[in-house]
């Protein structure tokens, strides 16, 4: 199993761009989350996902969006850009058995200009 | 709200000391903690969680309702321990949202 992939791994953007970053998981899991890490801040949930065609917001969505068509695929969209982008991206996800913990992905680096 | 707090950004001990991450969190209901390090160049790995009430990797970590605690401890460090640790909380039966600390960056020095 391959576990949980994102691409791209970097990415530059100028402010007003969109992109959409990938996330992909071989684990049948239900459960798909897309996380931002700052520097001393953590990580905060942007979306999660608790099925195919089922997501909600976390703590961070505001100027991105998401989409569950599939169980495998979680793709993280940013609509417009903007330098309080930038920001290390990682996509993860669990079973059914939160306790479990999560399995995450390897991250995107996004900068915006 | 769900809050969890790392309160020390860094800590750097000697190998063979013991070590103690500190992890305290608020949260009304009862909890599921868990703690994940992240190794350099490496992505982001469960390390605890604490329903399982295991050792990996010679940690362990201990629940305190009272205290509302759930440090990570290891009684001998290794160099190969450096890494970023992140205790997080998730509540029972609820939100799937995963609260996270701010980390700490442990240092094993030789």
């Known amino acids: 199993n391959a576990g949980v992939t994102q691409t791209p791994k970097f990415q530059v953007l100028k402010t007003g761009q969109s992109m959409t970053l990938q996330c992909a998981q071989d684990?049948?899991?239900?459960?798909m989350s897309w996380y931002r890490q700052d520097p001393g801040m953590g990580l905060r949930l942007i979306h999660y996902s608790v099925g195919a065609g089922i997501t909600d917001q976390g703590e961070v969505p505001n100027g991105y969006n998401v989409s569950r068509s599939t169980t495998e695929d979680f793709p993280l969209r940013l609509l417009s850009a903007a330098p309080s982008q930038t920001s290390v991206y990682f996509c993860a996800s669990r079973t059914g058995d939160r306790a479990r913990g999560q399995y995450f992905g390897p991250g995107t680096r996004l900068t915006v200009t | 709200a769900q809050r969890v707090t790392q309160p020390e950004k860094l800590l750097s001990v000697f190998k063979g000391a013991p070590v103690e991450l500190k992890c305290n969190y608020s949260?009304?209901?009862?909890?599921?903690l868990f703690w994940y390090v992240q190794y350099s160049r490496q992505r982001l790995q469960l390390l605890l969680r604490h329903i399982s009430r295991e050792s990996i990797k010679g940690f362990t970590a201990d629940l305190n309702k009272g205290e509302t605690s759930f440090h990570l401890k290891k009684p001998f460090a290794q160099e190969e321990d450096s890494a970023m640790y992140y205790c997080a909380l998730s509540g029972r039966g609820g939100s799937e949202k995963l609260v996270f600390g701010k980390g700490t960056k442990l240092t094993v020095n030789p």
């Open positions: 684990m049948n899991h239900e459960y």
């Open positions: 949260y009304s209901g009862s909890p599921e």
